[in-house]
């Protein structure tokens, strides 16, 4: 029996069963698919509410903006990494700009 909080190893099925090794990595095709999911995903939830509230015209005209904001920061973290190769994530870029009395350290 093992306890709650221990960390000993619990195998589940019959010790005969090979463990199967699962590759969890995606290529640009999954990648992109995964993306435009999340995005297409928050729009439908997201879109008729925040038309309800501002009407079409203004919608529209937000909704551009907020694509050209959406569009421009990615451009510079791609500039960034390819700037400074050691900023390959966003973790390091943040913890290059931010000064320390900012990060809680």
Known sequence: ?????????????????????QNNQSGLFGASYNLAHVIIGAGVVGMPFAFSKTGLIAGLILMAYVGYLTDKSLRILVDLA???PSLRTKVSIIMKLLPPSRLGN
């Open 1 to 21: 029996m093992v306890e709650i909080g221990s960390t000993e190893a619990v195998q589940i099925g019959d010790e005969e069963d090979e463990p199967q090794i």
């Open 82 to 84: 390819a700037f400074h």
